[in-house]
């Protein structure tokens, strides 16, 4: 989807006129419900004009162009496509263009470019251009190397040979770079990629309308590449119910394909029951299979992690097969084979956020609906004792009524087994015991694994944070053991500091008696010596920071220290949730109904998340006590 689309003389008239940035305001409005900023006004009144000035020299008035550009499955928008045919092969040619008014630029050590006035480091232009090809090849198969050529060029067209440095950089295909004083180089690199004859120019808007109106879809070389990267990093065994639950979505993929038939496959299973290791299986054996699919998620922390250390660094393009809830608005129905929806609990009600416009909120369907559109057979994979946050509504009845208004097929499967917390029978059921999610009572962990002479996993309850940081680092430290320290979200969390170094520093915001420790970085503030929040759980630099439930959930460790703050105490042999010790804004606005359910999933996440074994502290004296009781 393009914002505006013209053949070159059009828009370059219109630049000219000084309409042209005008036109893309309004269109901004129209397609993408939204406002312009400042800065990216400005940036289309001073780059368009240069770069259609140099489309006009080249001899390519009638190749049709796209401006901003969406790409699929993505907000990011590309600057510009030229849409011709190649003068050699006389295919479709697609040139992607970066435009960048940069003056001067230094390109670091570690690959990254300081720009003077933006105060972070930013991509190498050639690299951002060259990963929107790949993009754009991976999910357009129509632009695949058997039916088109595709070219990324970036032009810094304010740029000259001094006060900038950007000379280390791989040159192919997808990435190639202009300053302002290569401007014939680039009329010449145009001359090359498009052809010049101007009774091309039907041709050029048929090239033009093949990728506008392509449905996106991961392509088969990209699935490929993911289900490789998959196998690779980890050899997936399944047993009874995920086997289960594996052969009814192979069945209904089958079906789907024989009959025409749409099938939701719904998977329950508590912490630990092996949820993503079947979703991983399922996305590779499936890609293998040459099927169309994609893994999602509502969790910034769990996709980023997936993409991180399942699929690694080796491998940008397979990461694209992890994406998110909100990744499929507005895309045609069964665009996919399969669409593998993680942690299905935290599916919210709209995909909308506090950013969209009142007229894109009155339009939105319900996040569910959009994610069974998407496929013809979407697998949600959900605990709903997780549901941490308002507005968090994957449930198998609220899934279960939606893909019947839908006219799918439903499918549901119980996972029994326990994975995470060493294989524990008992510990799952002795934590939902514990916090009242389970109609019986609380018990005491002695007498629950009594039968059990080789239960092994460990119970603590100890009596301050520092004993239980102590307990975590005698179980981890000299071992390959991991472990991590999480809290209830009853601090405040501050943005860093910049220390007398001159560098940003975490603050200790979680402060009980004489004890303090920092939360984990915020997810946009960087600094030094932590892990990015999204690692958190899996990056050893980690510990020493305080987790929380949105960094937490979705991972293990072996050991898990637990601090529960005063929004959840025990009062009369009950569990009170006090609302005003709670810092978690969108949590602490629920009804009077939904808040003590959502804090007691909360610490039903953060409890299970060890392997090995989890110790706990309560700063209110009253629960500590029922806590060392039931921890005997």
Not at 344 to 369: G, K, L, M, Y
């Amino acid at each position: 989807m393009a914002l505006v689309r013209h053949n070159a003389a059009t828009l370059r008239s219109r630049a000219e006129a000084r309409e042209l940035d005008d036109l893309l305001v309004r269109q901004a409005r129209i397609v993408f419900d939204s406002a312009v900023g400042a800065s990216e006004v400005r940036s289309w009144r001073e780059s368009l004009p240069a770069l259609l000035a140099d489309v006009h020299d080249a001899g390519l008035d009638h190749v049709e162009v796209l401006l901003e550009h969406k790409l699929p499955f993505s907000p990011k928008r590309v600057d510009a496509i030229l849409c011709g045919v190649h003068p050699t092969t006389r295919r479709p040619s697609y040139v992607v263009v970066e435009l960048k008014q940069w003056t001067n630029a230094v390109q670091r050590e570690d690959g990254l470019v300081d720009v003077p006035q933006y105060g972070r480091p930013v991509l190498h232009p050639v690299d951002q251009v060259r990963g929107y090809c790949d993009y754009l090849v991976d999910f357009v198969p129509a632009l695949g190397p058997e039916h088109s050529d595709v070219h990324g060029i970036a032009y810094l067209h304010n740029a000259s040979a001094s006060g900038w440095n950007l000379s280390h950089f791989e040159v192919d295909a997808h990435g190639r770079l202009f300053r302002g004083d290569q401007r014939g180089g680039l009329v010449d690199e145009l001359r090359r990629l498009l052809d010049t004859d101007p009774t091309t120019a039907d041709d050029a808007r048929r090239v033009a309308d093949d990728l506008m109106n392509a449905a996106p879809r991961p392509s088969k070389p990209l699935l490929s590449v993911a289900a490789e990267e998959v196998r690779e990093r980890e050899q997936f065994v399944l047993v009874d119910e995920q086997k289960v639950a594996y052969t009814l979505v192979e069945h209904a993929v089958d079906l789907a394909h024989r009959q025409n038939t749409k099938t939701a496959v719904i998977v329950l299973g508590g912490p630990g029951s092996g949820k993503s290791v079947l979703a991983l299986s399922l996305l590779g054996d499936l890609s293998r299979k040459g099927r169309e699919v994609m893994h999602a998620t509502g969790s910034s922390a769990f996709t980023q992690t997936l993409r991180k250390i399942v699929v690694g660094s080796r491998s940008t393009r397979s990461q694209k097969v992890f994406q998110y809830f909100n990744s499929f608005i507005g895309l045609e129905p069964n665009t996919l084979d399969v669409v593998i929806c993680d942690e299905a609990h935290r599916i919210r009600e709209t995909s909308v956020n506090r950013f969209t416009r009142a007229a894109a909120r009155a339009r939105a369907r319900p996040q569910v609906d959009e994610l069974i559109a998407i496929a013809r057979v979407p697998v949600f994979l959900l605990d709903e004792h997780q549901v941490v946050r308002p507005g968090e509504m994957g449930t198998e009845a609220e899934i279960t009524a939606a893909a019947e208004r839908a006219g799918c097929r439903v499918e549901v499967v119980r996972l029994a087994g326990q994975y995470r917390c060493g294989g524990s029978e008992f510990y799952e059921q002795w934590v939902r015991r514990l916090l009242g999610l389970d109609p019986r009572p609380p018990i005491r962990w002695s007498e629950l694994v009594a039968a059990d002479p080789d239960e092994s996993y460990s119970v603590a309850a100890l009596p301050s944070p520092a004993a239980l940081e102590g307990w975590l680092l005698g179980r981890s430290s000299g071992t390959a053991d991991t472990a991590r320290l999480a809290a209830g979200y009853c601090w405040r969390w501050s943005d860093p500091v910049t220390g007398d170094d001159g560098a940003r520093h975490l603050v200790d915001d979680v402060v009980i008696g004489d004890w303090s420790r920092p939360w984990n970085a915020k997810p946009e503030k960087a600094v030094r010596d932590a892990p990015p929040s999204h690692f958190w759980a899996s990056d050893s630099r980690g510990f020493g920071q305080v987790g929380c439930i949105y960094t937490a959930q979705g991972f293990e460790y072996d050991w898990s220290g637990v601090v529960m703050g005063p929004d959840l105490v025990r009062r009369n042999g009950a569990w009170v949730a006090d609302r005003t010790s709670s810092y978690d804004g969108p949590v602490k606005k629920a009804g009077d109904d939904e808040f003590p359910a959502l804090v007691r999933n909360t610490y039903k996440v953060l409890l299970t998340r060890g392997m090995k074994g989890t110790a706990v502290f309560s700063t209110d004296p009253e629960t500590q006590q029922f806590l060392e009781d039931m921890c005997r």
